[in-house]
């Protein structure tokens, strides 16, 4: 383990043009935050790849949880903010652009804006939040340079260097919870932080955590990308649902804080309550409002 603290701590030494975490170890607590700082025994931990994914996937049975007197964590991978040192692939300034428009009223910082954001949403479902330092995967390097890339295969160094580290981070995060219940993204769709973060999640149920897979949405939404996930997942995959019923509101009033992304995301704030309330009504076949949750058996 300690091999791995001082090679990470080197590479972070070399600046922010790395997109290596510098969280392992003892260099951590310096560098991932904390809402609460809490001594708090999570009862469950979700891992959110992206800013918005744990509201979006399973905001009803968070705040439903939390409701109910269990404390919940969600722990967000990418969160660490791109300096301008960060060279931007043309692809990456375009999202930024798309994104600058969305966010121009709120001012000029998207990503202290997304924190907001992240922020109200995780208050209004009740959780705490530990952010990590990852850059997201468009700043790592030049080779998720359009949609197709990123929604593809993994690049060799996030396997070989990434995945080994989110994977050290989650274990040190989930040790003192050992009774607690893991949420991995299913990574539906396939964008390749989801993939990074689901394989962890397989290798801590692997080493006797109590792990399961949230769909993401909205991806899971569009039209076979659920199934086509499942099939490539070489374990076998039970699901269980979750009744939201009493959350809903909960979960589509958390989505709303993410002003910067329901445009891009749902085509607006009426689009998304509907596609929302659609999914959960789907998922439940037509007998109450769910979300789904798949396990490894
Ligand atoms: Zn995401």
Known sequence: MSDQSS????????????FA????????????????????HYQHIYISPHFDDVPLSCGGQVAAQTRAGEPAL?????????TNKVKRTPFAAQMEAEWRVTIAANGP????????????????LGAEHEWLDYLDA???????NSDAALFGKLLPADLKRVLPWLTSDFAKIAAPHRQATLYFPLAVGNH????????????????????LFYEDFP???????????VAQIPDQLLPT??????????????????GSQLGVLFGGAAAMRDQVRSYATHVAHGDGLAERYWRIV
């Open 74 to 82: 969600v722990v967000t991978v990418c969160s660490r903010v791109p």
């Open 109 to 124: 910082n998207i990503y202290l804006t997304r924190r907001i954001e992240e922020e109200n949403a995780l208050r209004r």
């Open 21 to 40: 975490p510098t969280i392992n170890g003892t260099a951590f607590q310096t560098h991932s935050q904390h809402s609460a700082r809490s001594t708090q």
């Open 7 to 18: 090679t990470t701590q080197k590479v972070s030494e070399k600046g922010e043009q790395r």
């Open 192 to 211: 390749v932080d989801h993939q990074l973060a689901h394989i962890a999640g397989r290798e801590l149920a692997a080493r006797g955590y109590h792990v």
């Open 241 to 258: 649902l979750t009744d939201i019923s009493a959350t809903l509101d909960d979960k589509i009033a958390a989505i709303a804080a993410y």
């Open 138 to 144: 468009i700043y790592r390097g030049k080779a998720y």
């Open 219 to 229: 991806y899971a939404s569009r039209s076979d990308a659920l199934a086509e996930r």
